[in-house]
């Protein structure tokens, strides 16, 4: 039996959480919630916890010399870092708008990376 | 590295170092001032508070003394030197504050003793016009004695301007150059520096905290100084109207000044808590936070810690703590011919125009030949001032240099033609900006105008961003390149 | 440039300005003119790279560009003026405007009305009063974003952050995705200043210490920074003796509150709120200058950058129909904080219109209940310094208060 602690963020109540995870992997007991909404938000975030990552990239060819970019829909938590390392190797050319799609499918997740600002010369 | 030669080699350009080179320079002969920081006043010239003695503090000195003296041959000279300058000198006049019956005695005292020098104009005000006067001070005090002579001026701007001026008069000067060694010849001195050698035949040592240490590298430390370090709070501009006056209260414990004073630039500055501490630390203990807040309080009640928006430390150089007030330091070495030694102290900024010709007199002993420069240009123009110009300059000034017209530092109202103006003038830092310009120094301390002053620098010495620096030598603000920590990991 | 018969002048193009500027022009103004000193719209949503924004205004979860790309883009459509890298140096109380830029030079401007949107500025290290030395490496976090996010410069390798507010812990996540080792949020206060958001996603994520209770006591260091030792703080906020412990570093950020800026307000006349450190406005956003309004964080730090927008749709809504000379019902019945509220905006209402009051409180607790006079009351599951209120009220409801002035207060059970 495994303990996993997760703070629900679906209200400023920040309910500390825990869950009780068998050996298959399996939520067994969760306590601390207050709602059923926070249950259900700590659940989801154990199972399948997701972010969106926002980031700079570095250009070329502009007085700017980063540009924002995130990913358009969430990722895996645990691919955050190696995300990360990918964009490294990114290079923006002007002219670039709002939304446009800077690299597509990273990391084969089927989620692009996109602008959120423009790049001009 | 280039063999330099010179006659007189000034070391410090602090306020005394500058006014030296300044009075030299109206002498022909080379003249070469070397300063171990970026730029000019960054000893104990910056972290002064700024008040120039026109006669009413010298009520608390004993006239016998050096220094007294050195003060009272400035009187005459300080304003005319700012003008000539053109750097800010306000007479803004001293309260000193009267809380009782002792007090009072005490000051009936000095006032007399003063009138017998010749100083005049003082006047005791009864506790009504002294609400009048300044209505948000302290209810304590029950009068105040008037000094209308007391004046404020901006002990770095004051630097700078005499340096500039000896500049423009033939002086040489250099920052980021340090003494490491200084050896005599026959007639003359070899010094070394981390920039390379200096030949010279005469010394003056102006080096403020590290006065003695220059003059023992010649054995001639026949003095000894006693670091003594003060703490100085700036308040907000908002404050600025509600004093007047440089205030003075006289201190509850014994090392414990207790000034409040406007400056020339529209903040309230004050000062408090002298004591004896390690030379170069000029950390600020919360304990002396609290005393100074504390201190000044006593004048101001309604002040608040949310009031301050910098404060520091600064070191003066006292010689015979002991004693109390004591003697300042002018004087050609006993040891060692042609080696000056000039360190004062408090007030160091009131006694410089004196102390200047003084140096220039014991030089002249020492065997320095002093020919009129006939081309002396007494008159230096100060960089403009943006925020301070009437419109209808401002608007010349921006079609002749559009520049002036992008203001960088919001607070200050700075803009970016002063800022290359400055750089122009020998800022290579962050602190160089902030003290020839002001940008930095107002209610965000720099937190909106730092990215652009770093870009700004940056264009204009050719430099990377990453090299531009707060204070010169490795005090670097950026390290990294972005994604630069990142590539390592790859 | 035409730059006479400005109907609305707003000062300041961030999520407050160019909110107010687009609603003053559906509402009927002609000629709305923007001021703003940086060289584009948006103000400081340029270095907000991450995501948070419009989760309420557009029901989207934007960045700062993107969420400032949606108002700027109306701002073209709709043809309102902007004068960028223009820096407004003096208002006077009879709404005339000084200001200076490198092609026009000194600008003076009489518009109808004035719409202040200059947000807020950073506490700075200044002001805090930290003990220490003076080396470079220490900066204020939104200084420290602008270096990173726009310029292109990491200030360290190895961070300490002051203050768990929103930006702080915004930061240490941005840091840590740069490389940077986050060596710890140090915050004085027994909870965090921010969302329990960013706490989760900024701090929990990223395995970044928080260290509560906790203050820095020291800055070390000559030239650079080289570490800060940090102490338990006990619950009067003085540090604890023999709690010290120093943590190396080579910079150090300060997330320590912000501050409205309100220097132009001054100017003008205008009377702040020392609770808010903004203008005493009425539910109108009207300050006590005559068509004088303001809107977003110059009124009051928010916490979300959607209130910010629709708190100066207020104030552009209110300026426009002041240009138009329209009459605006004056009753002014005035709110006052009562137990465990820090400030309430506005400062005063009417009866006779729906509002929406915002407050704060100065201390945690949790199962309270939030009152409004005898009208209002709600009970709340936790109420916190860090997460604004937000209280809709109707007129059937303000007509049967009794009170004047109205307070609002916090009737609690538990202190956490």
């Known amino acids: 039996m495994v303990e996993e602690k997760i703070v629900c963020i679906g209200c400023p109540l920040g309910c500390r959480t825990t869950l009780r995870i068998d050996h298959h992997g399996d939520v067994v007991k969760i306590t601390g919630y207050k709602c059923k909404e926070g249950r259900q938000y700590v659940l989801e975030e154990y199972r399948n916890p997701v972010r969106i990552l926002t980031a700079t990239i570095r250009t070329e060819k502009s007085r700017r010399p980063l540009l924002p970019v995130r990913t358009n829909r969430p990722i895996l938590k645990s691919r955050l870092k190696e995300a990360t390392l990918i964009l490294v190797r990114l290079k923006a050319k002007p002219p670039v708008k709002v939304g446009q799609v800077?690299?597509?499918?990273?990391?084969?997740?089927?989620?692009d990376v996109i602008a959120t600002d423009d790049l001009f010369e | 590295m280039a063999q330099m030669e010179t006659e007189v080699l000034i070391i410090g350009g602090g306020v005394l170092g500058a006014a030296v080179a300044r009075e030299l320079s109206r002498y022909k002969g080379d003249v070469l001032l070397v300063e171990k920081e970026a730029d000019f006043g960054w000893g104990s010239t910056k972290t002064n508070m700024c008040i120039v003695c026109q006669g009413g503090d010298t009520l608390e000195f004993r006239p016998e003394y050096h220094r007294s003296k050195l003060v009272w041959d400035s009187i005459p000279l300080m304003e005319p030197l700012c003008q000539e300058l053109d750097v800010p000198f306000k007479k803004v006049g001293e309260l000193a504050l009267i809380r009782n019956n002792e007090e009072l005695s005490k000051f009936q005292k000095l006032k007399s003793r003063a009138e017998k020098l010749g100083l005049t104009g003082h006047q005791f005000i009864d506790q009504d016009s002294l609400r009048q006067m300044e209505p948000n001070i302290t209810r304590e005090a029950i009068g105040a004695l008037h000094d209308p002579h007391i004046a404020i001026v901006d002990p770095v701007r004051l630097t700078i301007g005499l340096i500039e001026n000896a500049s423009q008069n033939g002086v040489k000067v250099m920052t980021e150059t340090e003494i490491l060694r200084i050896s005599r010849e026959a007639n003359q001195f070899e010094v070394e520096t981390n920039r390379g050698p200096v030949k010279c035949r005469f010394i003056v040592n102006a080096a403020g905290t590290s006065v003695d240490k220059i003059a023992r590298l010649v054995n001639s430390d026949d003095f000894v100084l006693y670091p003594i370090r003060g703490y100085v709070g700036i308040l907000d501009k908002n404050l600025g109207g509600l004093i007047k006056h440089e205030i003075h209260m006289r201190p509850d414990a014994p090392g414990q000044m207790n000034i409040l004073t406007p400056s020339v630039h529209g903040n309230l500055f004050f000062g408090t808590t002298m004591q004896p501490a390690l030379r170069g630390d000029c950390s600020v203990t919360g304990r002396i936070a609290e005393i100074g807040l504390q201190n000044v309080r006593k004048i101001f009640p309604d002040l608040s810690e949310k009031d301050i928006i910098h404060s520091f430390a600064g070191f003066l150089m006292f010689r015979n703590w002991e004693v109390g007030w004591h003697e300042c330091v002018v004087q050609a070495s006993q040891k060692v011919p042609r080696f000056i030694s000039i360190c004062i102290g408090y007030p160091g900024v009131s006694a410089a125009p004196a102390a200047a010709r003084e140096v220039t007199e014991l030089l002249r002993r020492e065997g320095l030949r002093l020919e009129t420069n006939e081309r002396f240009i007494p008159i230096r123009k100060a960089p403009p001032v943006f925020n301070e110009l009437p419109e209808e300059q401002q608007k010349k000034l921006i079609a002749k240099d559009s520049r002036y017209g992008h203001v960088v530092c919001r607070c200050e109202t700075v803009s970016e033609g002063e800022i290359v103006e400055a750089i122009r003038h020998g800022a290579t830092t962050l602190d160089g900006i902030k003290f020839r310009t002001r940008a930095g120094m107002g209610r965000c301390q720099g937190g909106f105008c730092t990215p652009r002053v770093v870009k700004i620098l940056a264009r204009e010495l050719g430099l990377s961003e990453e090299k531009i620096t707060k204070k010169g030598r490795e005090s670097r603000l950026l390290l990294y390149k972005s994604k630069d920590l990142l590539e390592a990991q790859l | 440039m035409k730059l006479s018969d400005i109907d609305v002048a707003v000062?300041?193009?961030?999520?407050?300005?160019?909110?107010?500027?687009?609603?003053?022009?559906?509402?009927?103004?002609?000629?709305?003119?923007i001021l703003e000193r940086q060289e584009q719209l948006g103000g400081l949503l340029h270095q907000c790279v991450h995501n948070g924004f419009g989760l309420f205004y557009f029901e989207q979860d934007l960045t700062g560009p993107e969420y400032g790309h949606r108002f700027a883009e109306k701002v073209k459509d709709l043809g309102i003026q902007v004068l960028l890298e223009t820096m407004v140096t003096q208002i006077s109380p009879d709404r005339q405007i000084t200001a200076v830029?490198?092609?026009?030079?000194?600008?003076?401007?009489?518009?109808?009305?004035?719409?202040?949107?200059?947000?807020?500025?950073?506490?700075s290290r200044g002001q805090l009063n930290v003990p220490g030395t003076r080396p470079a490496g220490i900066f204020t976090a939104g200084t420290a974003q602008r270096f990173v996010n726009v310029e292109g410069w990491i200030p360290g390798r190895k961070v300490v952050i002051l203050g768990s507010g929103d930006i702080g812990m915004?930061?240490?996540?941005?840091?840590?995705?740069?490389g940077v080792e986050v060596k710890a949020v140090v915050e004085i206060l027994p909870y965090i200043g921010g969302l329990t958001r960013n706490e989760v996603q900024c701090l929990h994520d990223f395995h970044i210490p928080l260290l509560l209770e906790h203050t820095v006591t020291e800055i070390h260091g000559q030239q650079r920074l080289e570490a800060v030792t940090i102490a338990r703080v006990n619950k009067d906020k003085k540090p604890v003796n023999g709690t010290e412990r120093m943590i190396e570093c080579d910079t150090l950020l300060l997330s320590v509150g912000l501050i409205p800026e309100n220097e132009l307000s001054r100017m003008a006349g205008v009377a702040l709120d020392p609770l808010t450190g903004g203008p005493v406005v009425d539910q109108w956003r009207e300050t006590n200058v005559s068509g004088i309004f303001a809107g977003g964080n110059v009124v009051h730090v928010h916490d979300l950058v959607d209130e910010v927008s629709w708190e100066a749709e207020i104030a552009g809504a209110s300026a426009a129909r002041f240009a138009k000379k329209e009459e605006t019902e004056k009753e002014k019945k005035m709110l006052k904080p009562g137990r465990n509220i820090r400030y309430v905006v506005p400062q005063s209402i009417s009866a006779q219109h729906d509002v929406t009051l915002y407050a704060r409180v100065k201390d945690m607790e949790e199962n309270v209940t939030l009152k409004v006079g005898d009208i209002f009351s709600k009970s709340l599951r936790v109420v916190k310094p860090g997460e604004m209120l937000k209280i809709d009220l109707s007129p059937s409801q303000l007509q049967q208060l009794k009170d004047d002035p109205v307070e609002l207060s916090i009737e609690g059970s538990k202190r956490r």
């Open chain 3, 101 to 123: 830029n490198n092609h026009e030079g000194v600008l003076r401007l009489k518009p109808k009305s004035i719409v202040l949107a200059m947000g807020c500025r950073e506490r």
């Open chain 3, 11 to 33: 000062i300041g193009s961030g999520p407050a300005g160019m909110a107010a500027s687009i609603r003053a022009k559906e509402e009927g103004a002609e000629h709305v003119l």
């Open chain 1, 102 to 111: 800077i690299l597509p499918n990273l990391l084969k997740s089927g989620v």
């Open chain 3, 170 to 178: 915004i930061m240490a996540r941005r840091l840590t995705l740069e």
